[in-house]
């Protein structure tokens, strides 16, 4: 995407970040805020299905943010432009795939970032929803240091696909392992694989985990998140050229939602604040606080977590029930932790140290089939593989999903290509292991087969 070109009224700025799902890039507001722009792969909305499910998911959403910001990056609009889609959202830049890579996310970063992103996922489920494609390159950190979740919905729509809860609870524990593997040895990372380990039994256990051991995370907190943050904008956004001219994204862009007129309930606040909300209204009697965001606020009100709104001070008497009941359930917790500690180890997340492909030895011959063979060699602990198998023709992956359970350290992820045709060809085909991996990186392997008639 060129820097300068505009997208309904949204410049681009140069800097770029892969998706799953397309390209983001980060761009200035008609009225001078930072804003981000997803370009989708056109492939992926190329059929009318594609485009109603996108939009019925972005609406989504919006509607959620019809009660309240409950951690989900501010969508602004979803424009179509051609043969193009864009959506068009509060900054989305740094993720903390971004931090993680340049080593600017501390311990007590780490477990910022889960303990909201488990609070923004209860709100979510709550709501009867599903992230469906969470890892650390979906997760990103606004202008206050406030983490907020990305693209929710958007991949398995596409495809299609229903993304359940218990899938974002596999894919939390994946990457509470990843930030484990990343903070290196200590206690801060052993409390970090404890978390990932407990989230077998609820995001609520796996946040209270954290919060029981928030001592082992010194500088715990939103504020050193959006330093990092900053710092790392600083460093990696281009300036943009004076002269730069202005172009389009392909044509008159036209939105996609079902948004009020600007002037009747759309309200943009800054997105420095990492609110940015879409208000949006649906008819006399409706709350102006969901279930969803009545979670996202409780979570919110840990003193483990930077609070960013000074509201009044709570009645007396709520204000000493809830400490009672807060001070019985951490009692509890401990207890149990204690137990638990003395009994038995805590299990380890489940990570993948080793891919092996291996291909047909003899030619394949007159409209045969190649079979491949994936062997995935893990630690033995029960979670979800997410990988690709990537062919020499050109053909689309497709992520897919493998669940392990405990006790199995060898996995086989087969592939099956089928040949057709009179000649001579040389196939290659590459199985990329996503997550978990014990180097929090993709690793992968590959092999060849020869087919002939």
Known sequence: MREGVTVAGHRLTGRTRPSEVGTWADAVSPDGRPSGVLRFDPLAVA?????????????????????????????????????????????????????????????????????????ALLAV???????????????????????????????????????????????????????????????????LRRASATAAHGLAAARDTLLAEREAFPGMGREQLAHAAHGLSATATPELP??????????????????????????????????????????????????????????????????????GPAPRRRRRRTTAWAGTLLLAILIAAVILWLRQTPGLPLAVSDVDVKAPKKTVRCDGKADFVGVVTTNGEAGTIRYLWIRSDDRKPLEQEQRVSSGDTSVDLPLHWKVTGSGSFKGTATLRVLSPTTAGKPIQDKASFTYKC
């Open 47 to 119: 059929t009318a299905q594609a485009r109603e499910r996108l939009v019925a998911a972005v609406g989504a959403d919006v509607r959620l943010h019809g009660g309240g910001p409950i951690g989900l990056l501010p969508v602004i609009d979803l424009v179509a432009a051609r043969d193009e889609v864009w959506l068009i959202t509060a900054r989305a830049t740094p993720a903390v795939a971004d931090l993680m890579a340049a080593g600017r996310l501390d311990p007590g970063g780490a477990a910022t970032v889960l303990l909201e992103t488990a609070q």
């Open 242 to 311: 004076a002269g730069a001219a202005a172009g389009s994204a392909g044509g008159e862009a036209v939105t996609l939602l079902d948004l009020p007129d600007a002037a009747d309930g759309l309200d943009l606040p800054n997105a420095a604040d990492g609110r940015g909300d879409v208000m949006m209204r649906f008819g006399p009697g409706v709350p102006t606080e969901t279930t969803a965001a009545q979670i996202w606020r409780a979570g919110q009100t840990s003193d483990a977590i930077t609070t960013t709104h000074a509201g």
């Open 125 to 191: 489920h709550a709501a009867g929803l599903a992230h469906g494609a969470l890892h650390a390159g979906t997760v990103v950190i606004g202008e206050n240091g406030a983490v907020l979740l990305a693209e929710r919905g958007l991949l398995r729509a596409l495809r299609g696909e229903h993304a359940s809860a218990e899938q974002d609870v596999a894919a939390w524990a994946a990457l509470a392992g990843a930030l484990a593997a990343n903070c290196g040895q200590g206690h801060a990372a052993a409390a």
